[in-house]
């Protein structure tokens, strides 16, 4: 069963879709705010006239910064917009519930547009891309390099935001970034960064300044997109006492007493959301002021029934959201008892109704009922709602339950599963491509280990396996000293004389992270595991070994590339490895001391054919790169503009345009200098 629709006015039909409105909405009154708003309407105008245009909202907890987007988006709908979409982060740990805000968004545009609706959107093979996070597009392409899967999703998402603004204008909103996780704000800088093909999107994104300590992750993201020009930040400030008084008597219905609005502003200091409270609860203006925000804030809490403040305690141990189905599990109540705890909670504005669950007006409250929650009853919270998601997952969204299985074991102190939940977890979160949380979870893997004795047999996995798997997930993530920390201490548990593929295997990862960092010893390192792979019996890893030695000594100018391409490329024939052999013809087709003829580009087309039978895109589009570089090195320079030209069109098919796509505008744009067409340049 659903949640009641008790606050039918909080989604509303808008054309063919759901349109979504914030949660947060604060105080039920909105004074003020002019300056904020004018802005915001700026922007939105710019975006209406095609050109990029974001907005980054700061300000303290409970000043009003969704209850500001509330009523911007009730003005933009009234001018024609025709989708505002919200995703929120969500507190969840150290790990982070990977991409969260852009999955909601795409369940929401699945709702509303179904399956169908929303593939139709995307570009050639963009729902598969998509997929990876949200299943009901279908089944996501895992095969591939991680890095050339994540920069195609990436693009397919940033697709879809411009198909939707065909139709109108779109204004995202991603609520809460002081909470996004590595992999949303990689995503997020993406579309602000490219929201110059974005027309008709306006991006906004709130979040907590009172909470951006020194080295919050977020900071440096923030300050990234501050550089950019169509990016405007806005700090809110506290009401004045001329706007507090406007809210007092949109509460009250009637002109509050001066030395009512004294108090009341002289405690709050101008925080909506805390004079809202001591507004709505006369008690607390007396003497006895309540010694703190939190019991501020909890002062409607503690007036509701018993059975509605403990059904809180378990929505606040599940989240700042949950389903109904879920949160009756939790609580053991049916549906009818349910409702009836619940209902005084939204009569109170404590709750609102959230799609078919419910949420807390403002993450201000759940923290403050948190705090409520004895250490005991908050384990036993953690515990029942692992157990809960273990048995039956569909009570979230496909891929979260498993995650936040690992985060309710962990804090519930239960070694054992917490282990086990997050081996899972950080399974799912490879598969989503989300490289920085897959990592944070093996890292926590790694912290338990010691305490379990039977940890490997627990996991079906070595300790080396968890070292090996954290080494590939810090490179794919390009934390590249910390990946070079843990393929150092995997080789430390590996015996060449008895596995020598797999110690070469960790010398190459190694190595390669070395040569991203520009160290001397980096292609020492990858001859060394190319010396160490057996080379009998033939195999493919050994062919793409060579092929990645002979590229970054091709890079490095460095004597013997050609032969070892020369090598890869023999083996990668014998084994039948299309993409390596593709790989390694680009290398010797280019390679130092090489003279460049019309073999050589033969070479490439031959690359290009291969990498296209086995889908190596990437491989496919580096020959393009090269074999345009060849013709303007030749003076062939229209050839060159035209095999360029033809690569930036397959890049945008490829879903690769903002990357390898890049070079290869470049590539278009150098021959075309050359021929002096400066203005096509």
């Not at 740990?93 to 805000?101: D, R």
């Not at 009836?340 to 201000?364: C, I, K, Q, T, W």
Request: with cysteine; glycine share 10%.
């Amino acid at each position: 069963m659903g949640a009641p629709a008790l606050k039918p006015w909080l989604s509303a039909s808008c054309g063919d879709m759901m349109e979504f409105v914030s949660l947060d909405a604060g105080a039920p009154v909105f004074v003020g705010r002019a300056e904020e708003l004018a802005a915001l309407e700026a922007a939105f105008d710019r975006v209406r006239q095609g050109q990029p245009s974001a907005v980054l909202i700061g300000g303290e907890a409970g000043v009003g910064k969704s209850r500001l987007l509330s009523e911007f988006a009730a003005r933009a709908r009234a001018v024609g917009v025709t989708r505002v979409l919200y995703g929120y982060c969500l507190e969840l740990s150290a790990e982070g519930l990977p991409f969260a805000p852009f999955t909601g968004v795409l369940r929401e545009l699945v709702h509303g547009l179904g399956t169908d609706g929303v593939a139709a959107l995307l570009p050639g093979r963009g729902a598969r891309e998509l997929a990876r996070l949200l299943p009901e597009l279908g089944e996501p392409d895992l095969h591939g390099d991680p890095g050339e899967a994540r920069a195609r999703m990436f693009e397919q998402v940033l697709a879809l935001f411009g198909r939707l603004a065909e139709g109108g204008p779109v204004v995202l909103v991603i609520e809460d970034a002081h909470w996004s996780d590595r992999s949303t704000r990689d995503l997020l800088s993406f579309l602000v960064g490219n929201q110059r093909v974005l027309d008709g999107v306006l991006i906004v994104v709130t979040f907590r300044s009172d909470e951006l300590y020194r080295v919050h992750p977020l900071r440096p993201v923030l300050a990234e997109l501050d550089r950019l020009g169509w990016v405007m930040r806005l700090e809110l400030p506290r009401l004045t006492r001329r706007e507090g008084r406007e809210l007092a008597v949109g509460l009250l219905g009637r002109e509050p007493e001066p030395e009512l609005m004294d108090r009341v502003f002289s405690r709050s200091e101008g925080n909506p959301l805390f004079m809202e409270a001591l507004l709505r609860g006369g008690d607390l203006l007396g003497p006895g002021l309540p010694e703190s925000l939190r019991d501020l804030v909890l002062a409607d809490v503690r007036q509701l029934p018993g059975q509605t403040q403990e059904v809180l305690g378990a929505l606040g141990v599940a989240g700042q959201r949950s389903g109904h189905a879920l949160l009756a599990a939790v609580t053991g109540l049916g549906d009818s008892a349910l409702l009836a705890a619940l209902e005084p909670a939204v009569s109170a504005n404590v709750l609102v109704p959230a799609g078919d669950g419910y949420g807390f007006r403002h993450a201000l409250i759940r923290e403050a009922i948190l705090g409520e929650v004895l250490p005991g009853e908050r384990t036993r919270l953690h515990i029942r709602l692992a157990e809960i998601l273990a048995a039956d997952p569909s009570l979230l969204a496909p891929g979260r339950a498993v995650i936040e299985q690992a985060h309710h074991w962990y804090l519930a102190h239960d070694t054992a599963r917490a282990l086990e939940s997050a081996w899972r977890a950080a399974a799912m979160a490879g598969r989503s491509l989300a490289h920085a949380e897959r990592l944070a979870l093996l890292e926590r893997i790694l912290e338990l280990w010691p305490a379990l004795p039977d940890a490997a047999e627990r996991l079906g996995a070595s300790h080396l396996d968890v070292l090996e798997s954290a080494a590939e997930a810090a490179s794919s993530v390009g934390e590249d000293e910390t990946g070079i920390e843990f393929a150092t201490a995997a080789l430390k548990e590996v015996d060449p004389g008895s596995d020598p593929a797999r110690a070469a295997a960790l010398l190459e990862r190694r190595g390669v992270m070395k040569f991203r960092l520009g160290r001397a010893d980096s292609i020492d390192e990858l001859r060394d595991a190319v010396r160490l792979m057996p080379a009998s019996p033939p195999s493919a890893a050994r062919a793409r070994m060579l092929a990645t030695c002979a590229k970054r000594m091709e890079t490095s100018n460095e004597p013997g590339a050609y032969a070892m391409a020369q090598e890869a490329l023999t083996l990668a024939r014998q084994t039948g490895d299309a993409a390596t052999e593709a790989y390694a013809l680009i290398t010797v087709a280019h390679a130092p001391g090489r003279e460049l003829n019309a073999e050589s580009l033969e070479m490439l087309a031959q690359a290009r054919a291969l990498a296209e039978r086995a889908q190596a895109y990437d491989a496919l589009l580096q020959a393009t790169v090269t074999e345009s570089d060849l013709l303007e090195g030749m003076g062939e320079h229209e050839r060159a503009a035209q095999v360029a030209r033809q690569g930036v069109i397959s890049a945008r098919e490829y879903g690769l345009a903002r990357a390898t796509g890049t070079l290869l505008a470049a590539n278009v744009a150098e021959p075309l200098m050359s021929l002096g067409r400066w203005d096509e340049a």
